[in-house]
């Protein structure tokens, strides 16, 4: 039997995320996003926040992030957002 620890993502870095999006244009909807406190991936690299799964719904795209305190996820995210790795958006103003 395999355990999932995904979960839904925390509220307040929900919030986040919907902010960050919007400025690209985007929306919460366009993705699924998820995080995993007890990956083997956070566990390797010892990420004790996890990561947080950001996965493009048109296109299947996934990216993982580093979840924790001072992860520099929402940096992460912007600049794979400018480089198109997640789909074709409006860079903000």
């Given amino acids: 039997m395999t355990l999932d620890f995904r979960t839904p993502v925390a509220p307040q ?4 995320l919907d902010a960050l999006l919007r400025q690209w244009g985007c929306t ?13 991936l956070g566990q390797l690299f010892g990420l004790a926040g996890g990561v947080l799964v950001v996965r493009r719904r048109e296109s299947g795209e996934e990216r993982v ?3 924790g305190m ?3 996820w ?3 995210l912007v600049s794979d957002l400018s480089r198109g790795l997640l789909g074709s958006y409006r860079e903000p103003d």
């Avoid at 870095?13 to 986040?16: I, V």
């Avoid at 919460?28 to 083997?40: A, T, V």
């Fill in 13 to 16: 870095k929900l919030a986040s």
């Fill in 28 to 40: 919460l909807d366009d993705f699924d996003m998820e995080e995993d406190r007890n990956s083997d």
């Fill in 65 to 67: 992030y580093a979840a």
């Fill in 70 to 72: 001072g992860s520099g």
């Fill in 74 to 76: 929402a940096a992460a």
